[in-house]
Nanobody, 121 residues
Framework: QVQLVESGGKLVQAGGSLRLSCAASGRFFTIGGMGWYRQAPGSQRELVATISSGGLTTYADSAKGRFTISRDNVGDMVYLQMNTLKPEDTAVYYC???????????????WGQGTQVTVSS
């Protein structure tokens, strides 16, 4: 069974920075795309940023210019560097990754348990 574990979420003041980390573990053949999503209270989960296995990135408009997604393919990690944080960035941030458990199997999406980011004004 594969697992994604996020860390790094905490309370921070507006204008501050945080770096979220997500570690993948378990038995799998390879990892495809990885990404970060977030969900604020009363809102739907939304995409923040994604990164392909080759390093191509996409960002939500709200994240462009402030957030940077990166990955370590050797360590099976994905990161989200968040700068110039705003109160509206407050949410639970979830790590997402597509795992191929065996070479003959399709990629399947897995989610972490989430890490809380709170930005105070």
């Amino acid at each position: 069974q594969v697992q994604l574990v996020e860390s790094g979420g905490k309370l921070v003041q507006a204008g501050g920075s945080l770096r979220l980390s997500c570690a993948a573990s378990g038995r799998f053949f390879t990892i495809g795309g990885m990404g970060w999503y977030r969900q604020a209270p009363g809102s739907q989960r939304e995409l923040v940023a994604t990164i392909s296995s080759g390093g191509l990135t996409t960002y939500a408009d709200s994240a462009k210019g402030r957030f940077t997604i990166s990955r370590d393919n050797v360590g099976d990690m994905v990161y989200l560097q968040m700068n110039t944080l705003k109160p509206e960035d407050t949410a639970v941030y979830y790590c997402n990754a597509f795992f191929q458990l065996a070479v003959s199997e399709p990629f399947r999406a897995y989610w972490g348990q989430g890490t809380q980011v709170t930005v105070s004004s």
